[in-house]
């Protein structure tokens, strides 16, 4: 008996199919996905390469914007600081003579004994003005120190011929002074070995602002930076300390020279006189050490003298040109002379 024919439809369904169409339609499919991916990843990789680029190179800018404002208003502050900050140690100047009738008042001698001073300062030695300065334990040295920067003044002859950096180690190994390592920096106790490299670092500070002040002929630029100078109180008190060592190596060159029979001016041989100051121990241990601390330079006034006779343990030819009464807490003025005189 014949087989049933089956329709068309149903044995082109049950036909197997060819493995090869559809491996080739689905391998169209991936690699369209895979053009379209590719592109997309292209676009996407140069716009956000472009907005890094363009990022990093606006943080640069603003970098360098921000490097060069902040360079010019550090620049500006600092000018503004120095212009209009307050000196805290040295006054602004005043009439001499307006000064003297205000602090001077009354009909006692000592008060018509000063005015009379004040008055042949301004009248013979031609000084106009005054700047009074801080009062405190270092205000003697404050103003002989002020007046050196201020007028630009070189350096004494003696120390000239002398390196004053190596005047510590000098003490200690040419004189064998091993007490000066208990020398006190003002209020700050100091005492030991390394009392030297201190003292070292004081007096090369004094003697290169001293060559820098020195070598100042504009009298507007050396006000300027003496301004500056005086307001730095840490600064402030090496210089003084270096001052105060330069006193107690002059006492003790004296002291060496007296044990030789040698002539010492009058000065010292008073000092030596006291019990306080028989010998330059003594007069560190004594009077030096408590200067900046609890006391200042009236603690070595002789009766009837005048601040300014003990300042030639100071830097010779350089003392302040106004008397002030012995054992007195008054500020000692620093002078400033007429253009030209």
Request: proline share 6%; aromatic share 12%.
């Amino acid at each position: 008996m014949a087989a049933r024919r089956r329709p068309p439809q149903e044995r082109e369904r049950q036909r197997p199919r060819d493995p090869s169409a559809g491996n080739d339609q689905v391998h169209s499919w991936t690699l369209v996905t895979s053009q379209a991916l590719d592109t997309a990843w292209r676009v996407a990789k140069g716009s956000v390469t472009l907005a890094v680029s363009f990022l990093v190179g606006t943080l640069c800018y603003f970098r360098r914007l921000h490097l060069y404002l902040g360079h010019r208003l550090k620049r500006w502050i600092g000018y503004l600081q120095r212009r209009f900050k307050r000196n805290l140690s040295v006054e602004a100047e005043v009439d001499l003579l307006s000064y003297c009738a205000r602090e001077w008042k009354g009909e006692t001698p000592h008060a018509k004994l000063m005015r009379k001073a004040y008055e042949e300062l301004f009248w013979r030695r031609h000084i106009k003005c005054v700047r009074q300065v801080r009062r405190d334990n270092y205000d003697a040295l404050r103003s002989v120190l002020f007046q050196i920067f201020s007028q630009g003044l070189s350096f004494p002859s003696w120390m000239k011929e002398k390196d004053i950096a190596k005047l510590p180690e000098k003490l200690l190994f040419s004189q064998g002074c091993n007490w000066i390592q208990q020398y006190s920096f003002g209020p700050e106790k100091y005492t030991g070995s390394n009392v030297f490299g201190k003292l070292r670092k004081c007096v090369e500070l004094l003697k290169t602002q001293w060559t820098e002040f020195s070598g100042i002929k504009d009298d507007h630029k050396r006000g300027s930076l003496c301004n500056t100078l005086f307001s730095d109180a840490i600064l402030e008190h090496k210089l003084y300390e270096a001052l105060k060592f330069i006193m107690l190596y002059q006492v003790t060159e004296a002291y060496e020279q007296m044990k030789t029979e040698k002539v010492i001016p009058s000065l010292f041989r008073l000092l030596f006189t006291r019990e306080t100051s028989s010998d330059p121990l003594s007069f560190m241990m004594n009077h030096l050490n408590s200067v900046g601390d609890t006391c200042g330079l009236e603690q070595f006034f002789f009766p009837g003298s005048f601040p300014c006779d003990f300042f030639t343990l100071l830097p010779r030819d350089v003392s302040p040109l106004v008397p002030c009464p012995p054992r007195s807490r008054r500020s000692f003025p620093a002078l400033c002379p007429l253009p030209g005189s």
